[in-house]
């Protein structure tokens, strides 16, 4: 399972606190995701891409930021968490020093406070001689294992408490993957081979799971999956400073 820290804004009762310039934007949190990345890609100045270039050991790099907006929307401080090369270390923290005041959550909301979440990785380009964002799929393609800031507590698959935080993770995947194999059902259809399937999984706030989607095999092994998933039980989410937070999971699912 690879776990990846995600966040969900609705637009008709804000559940994330956002950037005042997307209010108006119909995704909203999409656009204060965006407005992140282009921000913390501006900061890649030629001295700075020089200093990586030359010190860095790979020719890539990834920058993760944990931040928490207060029930006013401002940043707090004390509860930043940062993962980045030392280069772009003092860069970082000037910006998130700067940030503007963010439109908080609704104040419908019990929990007001929100956790933003910068995860991105940079590769060197030697044809234009800069560092290049790098999305999901390339990561596959050139074998890069990006560094995060981790969560407080990852989701808890029942049966999986008291664990530390690794062999929880190791026991949720174990988990799902014995729930999938005992309830999986080989659809009738004329198919020789092997049915390699990608399941992407959503965790959400309050402990539910919800397929996002499903690449690879054909479709009646991947209905037989959408019918598996929607009777996972419910689960412990994760959380940062005590807030839930939504989670990702990317589950590979092969059928013989």
Known sequence: VILLTTFNIQAQTRSQAIFKECADEILSGKCTDEKFNTDIKALLTPQITLDLKNNLKEEHFSISIILISDAEGKIIPAETRLLCPPQMESAVKDYIAKLPVFLPKSETLEERRSVHFIDLTFIYDNHTESYIKVDQ???????????????DVYPVYPGCEGFEKDNEL????????????????IPDIDYYGKAKMMVYLIIEKDGTINLNKITGGEEPFRDEIRRIIKDLPKIKPGNVSDIPVRVSCILPVTIN
């Open 137 to 151: 799929e390339d990561l596959k393609t050139f074998n890069i294992k990006p560094s995060t800031v981790l969560l």
């Open 170 to 185: 190791k026991c949720l995947s174990n988990a799902m993957m014995k729930f999938v194999l005992k309830n999986y059902k």
